[in-house]
C-alpha cells in the first residue's frame, strides 16, 4: 500500500528509540534509571485526585469544545499569579500541550509556510510540522552559553516570506535555558517588525531556580496580537497522564480560527478538566516545594557531571532537563552501551540521545539529555552508575 | 494579523451555530429539549465511573503512545464478539475517533490528495479535511430510499489520480442507515481494484435494530491492508467526554506509520483507558438494554414524524439519528424560528439543520437531523412540539 509522503517522511521518536534496548535489559533483570523521559516522580496532588474519587455524575458527557466554562473562568487567577494577565475568553483548553501546538501550527502557517526554532528544541516538533506540512527553520544555540538566544540578527538572516512564525521553549526543554527579559524582548521587537507570530511553550513556567523568575511572552503588550502560548498541566501537577493543555492568546480572531479545529474534535476529556481545574485551589507552597526539590536534584546532576572528566554543560537555569556533552564520538551507541553491554550492582541508567533534539544533520552527537525527574538518592546513585559507564566505555574503545 | 488559508476557509460547526439562539430561550425561561447532538442521556456503565471513584496511584503518568498494554490486550475478546478478528498489534488508541480520522487523513493523504464520502456525512470530517489539506469529494445518497449507499459505476466515476480512500460511517451519522454485507463488499471491490483504503467510521457499532446485523469492513480480509476502522467509546458506554477511541488495522507497516503522530502527541489520557478497560466486563445484557431503549425512542419520532402532513423520512435501521426532510423553505430558518419565536407550554426543541451535513451547496436546505438520545416521554413531548411548531411556522409563513 502507499502512505503520504508527509509520515513517510517522519522520524520515530528520538527519544522511544531506544526502549526495546531498556526492556531487554529489564528482562536481563538489570534496574534501568530512566533519566530519558520527562515523566515526573513527584505525587500529582491529592485534591486532583480526589476529584476523580468523588465524582457524582452519572454520565461522563462531552464539554464545551472550548474547554469547561468554569475551568476557563477560574484559570486567569491562576495566569495573574504568574504576572500573566488573561482573561478566560482568552484560553481555550486544548488536549495536552500537543494538541495546542498541533492547532497553532495549522491556524499560521499553510502547506510549505516556515517557522523558526532555535535548536535543540523539543523533538516532538517535528512530528507535529510533518503532520501539518510545514518546514522548520532551525537556529543554533551552543552549550559553552547555556543555550542563550542567538542574537536578534541571526534571527532575522533566517526569515524569508514563507516565515510565520517564531516558535521558542521557555524554560527550555531540552536544555534548561531561562530567556530572560531583554532576550525576549529582542524577540517581541523581531516579531513585530516583521508581522509573525511569537509562539511560547511555557509549560516549565514553575521550574525555574537560583531566585530566577520566569518572564512570559504575553507580558509584551505590543505584540499581543502576535503572541501565542502553549501550556499544559502534565509538568506542573505531575499529571502527565491527563492531557490537559491550552491555547493562550489575547487575539480573539485567531481563537476564533482555532475554535473551529476545537469544534471538530468536540472537546477535552471532561473529568480530567474538573480535577485540573481542582488544582487551581492549590496553595502556592506546594510550587515551592517542588521547585526546591527539582533544585536539589538539578544541582546532584551537575555537580557530578562537573566531577566526570570531560563532561561539558552548563548550570541550568530552568525546566529540569540538562544537556551535557560527553567524551564520547556518539552518544546513542554510548547509551546503547548502557543498556546492552553495562551494569553496575545491576543497575544501569537510559539517557536520551542529544542528536535528536537537533535538526542540523550531526549537530549534538555527543551530547545526551539528562531528565532529573528521580528522587535525590536514585539521581545520586544513577549519576556514580553514569560515571562508572562512561569510564568502562572509554577504555574499551581506547578513548 | 494574517491566518493560513486552511483556518480561514474552515466552516464554524454547523451543529453549534444555533448555540446562541437556544441560550438565549433558555435564559427567557423556555425548556429546549436537544435534539441537535449525539450526546446521549443513558447513564455511563457503573463499572467505568467505579475505576475512578477508586484510583489508588498516586501519579497520573504518560502511558504508552498506542494506549494501555492491558487495554489493547483486552479489546480483541470485545470485537470477536462483535464478529470482528484482530489482535492487539492491530489496534492504537487514540484520544477519541476524532483523532483516529485526523490520523487516517495525515497517513494516507498528502495536501490536495482527496477521499470519496457519501454525504450527507459526518460534519466534523470538514474541519478534518482541512485541517490536513484533504479534498473531500462527496457522493449523494437520497432520504427517499434511506440514504442507502450508491451503485459501485458512481464511486467509480468519481475516482481520479489524487483520490486515497472512500470514507464511511456505519451505521450512518446523521442518517441513520446501515450498510449491507452486499453494498459494503461492491466497496471492498471497488478499492480492491482501484488500491484505495477504505475507512469505517463504526462508532455506532451496537445501534442496530429490528435484528439487523452490523457488519464491519474487518471483516472483507481481501481487503484487509486496505481497511481503517474509526472506533470510539463514547456512544457505546455513552462517555462521550472520555475521548476514548481506536484506530483498528490489519496493515501493520500502516499503523507503524501512524504510531510515529500518537509518540509524537505522547498518549491519550491514562485513567480514562483504565476506565474504558473495565467497561469490557459488561455484560452483553446491558447492550440489549441500550439498543431495546433506543429502538423505542426511534419508534416514537419515526411514527411522530409520520403523522405529521408534508414530513418525509425513512425508518433508521441504526445509529441514534433520523434525517427528515419538513415542508419548509429552509430548515435552518425554522430551526431558529423554534427556539426564537416559538415555545409551547413554554418548551421547545433545538434541532440540527440538514444542509451542514451536505457538501453539495444547497443540498438537504429542507432537511433536519434529530438525534433520539432523550427519554420516551421527552421525545414523545419533543415530537409533539415540533408537530405544533412547524404548523405555526407554516401558518405565519403562508406555507
Known amino acids: 500500500m502507499k502512505y503520504s509522503n508527509r509520515i513517510t517522511e517522519m522520524q520515530e521518536s528520538p527519544i522511544r528509540k531506544l526502549v526495546p534496548y531498556s526492556l531487554q535489559a529489564k528482562k536481563n533483570g538489570k534496574t534501568v534509571y530512566h533519566l530519558n523521559i520527562g ?35 477560574a484559570l486567569p487567577r491562576y495566569y495573574a499569579s504568574r504576572g500573566i494577565s488573561v482573561n478566560p475568553e482568552d484560553i481555550l483548553i486544548t488536549t495536552s500541550g500537543s494538541e495546542a501546538l498541533l492547532f497553532s501550527l495549522i491556524a499560521i502557517c499553510d502547506p510549505g509556510d516556515e517557522v523558526i526554532i532555535p535548536q535543540p528544541y523539543y523533538t516532538n516538533m517535528n512530528g507535529f510540522a510533518k503532520m501539518a506540512n510545514v518546514t522548520i527553520v532551525p537556529i543554533m544555540t551552543n552549550i559553552e552559553d547555556g543555550f542563550s538566544l542567538p542574537a536578534p540578527h541571526a534571527f532575522e538572516e533566517l526569515i524569508t516570506e514563507r516565515t510565520k512564525a517564531i516558535y521558542i521553549c521557555n524554560p527550555n526543554n531540552p536544555t534548561g535555558a531561562v530567556y530572560s527579559q531583554t532576550q525576549l524582548s529582542a524577540l517581541a521587537d523581531i516579531v513585530n517588525k516583521y508581522d509573525l507570530y511569537l509562539v511560547a511553550d511555557e ?35 505531575s499529571a502527565c497522564g491527563s492531557r490537559i493543555g491550552a491555547f493562550v492568546s489575547k487575539n480573539q480572531e485567531l481563537l476564533n480560527h482555532v475554535l473551529k479545529m476545537a469544534q471538530a474534535r468536540l472537546c477535552p476529556p471532561t473529568l480530567e478538566q474538573m480535577s485540573a481545574e481542582a488544582a487551581l485551589s492549590i496553595d502556592d507552597s506546594y510550587f515551592t516545594n517542588v521547585t526546591h526539590e527539582y533544585g536539589k536534584r538539578r544541582d546532584i546532576v551537575y555537580d557530578s557531571l562537573q ?45 536520551a540521545p542529544g542528536e535528536g533534539f537537533y535538526h542540523t544533520e550531526g549537530a549534538g552527537r555527543n551530547e545526551v539529555r539528562i531528565a532529573y525527574v528521580l528522587n535525590s538518592e536514585s539521581m545520586t546513585d544513577a549519576m556514580d552508575i553514569l560515571r562508572q559507564g562512561l569510564e568502562k566505555y572509554q577504555l574499551e574503545n581506547k578513548l
Do not use: W
Request: glycine letters at 4%; one cysteine or more.
Open 307 to 351: 566531577n566526570i572528566p570531560g563532561v561539558l554543560c552548563r548550570k541550568p537555569p530552568g525546566a529540569f532537563y540538562i544537556m551535557a556533552q560527553l567524551p564520547v564520538a556518539n552518544a546513542e551507541d554510548f547509551a546503547i552501551y548502557l543498556l546492552k553491554d553495562f551494569s553496575y550492582n545491576n543497575k544501569t541508567v537510559m539517557l
Open 39 to 73: 515523566q515526573p516522580d513527584i505525587t500529582t496532588p491529592k485534591q486532583m485526585l480526589d476529584v476523580f474519587r468523588n465524582i457524582s455524575l452519572d454520565v461522563i458527557a462531552y464539554g464545551p469544545s472550548q474547554g469547561l466554562e468554569s475551568y476557563r473562568e
Open 203 to 237: 509549560v516549565y513556567r514553575e521550574f525555574v531556580y537560583d531566585g530566577n523568575k520566569h518572564v512570559s511572552i504575553l507580558q509584551f503588550k505590543y505584540i499581543s496580537q502576535k503572541a501565542i502560548v502553549v501550556d499544559s498541566i502534565s509538568k506542573r501537577y
